[in-house]
């Protein structure tokens, strides 16, 4: 595939030199440009970047305003991308492609390259073949740099895919920060609750860089994936049994790059694939359920929307008819009050309720006309032990 690149950050930067060297992609243009790599097309301004010829595929990054406004500018044209996650500070730009997604067949896969590691690979087959015993919970623990990094809004939706990858999708969020209010900059804790009253715990704090653990706890022992976060350095899987004896493997580094675009080419060929734009949407959820429990000091239940044209068309008729009921509610008291105050003609707005009432349900078979979208069936998985 033939890559653009957007945005010229670290992160950026990676993704270029791992395109650049990897033997069945290339680079042909970057926006606004690497001086790594000189001889790369520099497009003048987004609108020349997508009208490169020859791109097939975008990583779509930058700052996280362009970002969003980029994201859903390659969703419109129809590009493959793997998009920097987050993509903004909450769910709404992976909403608004969602659609585009659907017009125009574009891919879009979050950078979320941790699920695919392949110590996490290892420790959920150990789980689905209870080899720990019955579940019991699951931690999750990272120092966040540089500094700046939003803990709740921009580290969290990282860290809390890997998690939901394992548990399943997570039922209720419980958060607590230093100091305290909806944006913690020194730690924050979110307990997590998923299917069957599985717990899980992300623990981010602020700090030098440091590895990150992943620790699964069972009823007769527990297994811990020790890793650094760029997984340029080797990983540790290390297993203890209930009496205490330990068990260390050692993984080598991981290309998440190169695994990432495994994913993105499937995914264009139209075999199941994760990360999906729904795991992405799904993450950036729980960070803004994470905020809403911080600011409230309580406990947030999840409820998700259906990412659909069906699932639109139900949210704006929703909102149409409450709108509707409420002007009938107005429209009503005044035609009955207006002839008593000496306004006769206010009687006639009365007659305008049922026609409304019937082109409302007119709109509704509206529906029937709305594109059906064959679901790609989900990308086996192992489940945790029962508990």
């Known amino acids: 595939m033939n890559f653009l690149i957007l945005g010229d950050g670290a992160e950026e930067l990676a993704w270029a030199r791992a395109i650049a060297a990897h033997p069945r992609h290339s680079l042909l243009a970057a926006f606004p440009g690497f001086d790594e790599f000189p001889d790369v097309p520099e497009p003048s301004d987004l609108d020349d970047a997508l009208a490169v010829i020859g791109v097939e595929a975008a990583v779509v990054g930058g700052g996280l305003d362009f970002r969003a406004e980029a994201l859903r500018r390659v969703a419109a044209v129809g590009l493959a991308a793997v998009c920097l996650h987050p993509p903004g500070l909450d769910s709404e730009p992976y909403y608004m492609v969602a659609l585009s997604r659907e017009e125009t ?8 390259a941790a699920r695919l590691h392949p110590g996490v690979v290892a420790l959920r087959q150990a789980l689905g073949r209870g080899e720990l015993g019955a579940f019991r919970t699951l931690r999750h623990e990272s ?119 495994d994913v993105l080419v499937a995914a264009v060929a139209g075999r199941p694939a994760s990360p999906t734009l729904l795991d992405g949407t799904r993450a950036t959820e729980l960070a803004e359920a994470a905020v809403r429990s911080l600011r409230r000091g309580r406990t947030v239940e999840m409820h998700y929307e259906e990412i659909s044209e069906a699932g639109t068309f139900k949210s704006v008729m929703t909102s149409f008819g409450c709108v509707l009921l409420l ?31 019937v082109a409302f349900v007119v709109l509704q078979s509206l529906r029937l006309g709305i594109r059906k979208v064959e679901e790609q069936p989900d990308e086996p998985s192992e489940s945790v032990a029962e508990s």
């Not at 067949?105 to 979320?112: E, K, N, R, Y």
């Not at 005044?334 to 007659?351: D, F, K, S």
């Open 327 to 357: 002007g009938i509610l107005g429209v009503l008291p005044a035609a009955l009050i207006g002839p008593a105050l000496g306004m006769p003609w206010t009687i006639y707005l009365a007659y305008l309720i049922p026609p409304v009432l």
């Open 105 to 112: 067949g574009a891919v879009i896969v979050p950078d979320l």
């Open 143 to 261: 120092p966040v740099g540089p500094e700046g990094v939003s803990l709740a809004r921009q580290a969290f939706p990282r860290v809390v895919d890997l998690v939901r990858a394992i548990v399943g999708e997570v039922e209720a969020v419980t958060a607590t920060g230093a100091p305290p209010g909806p944006d913690p900059t020194e730690e924050l804790v979110v307990h997590l609750r998923g299917p069957q009253s599985r717990r899980a715990e992300v623990r981010l704090r602020s700090g030098p860089p440091g590895p990150s653990r992943l620790i699964a706890q069972g009823a007769t022992g527990s297994l811990t994936l020790e890793y650094d976060p760029s997984f340029r350095l080797p990983a540790r899987l290390i297993g203890t049994s209930a009496d205490g004896t330990e068990t260390a493997n050692t993984l080598q580094p991981w290309d998440s790059h190169a695994a990432l675009l």
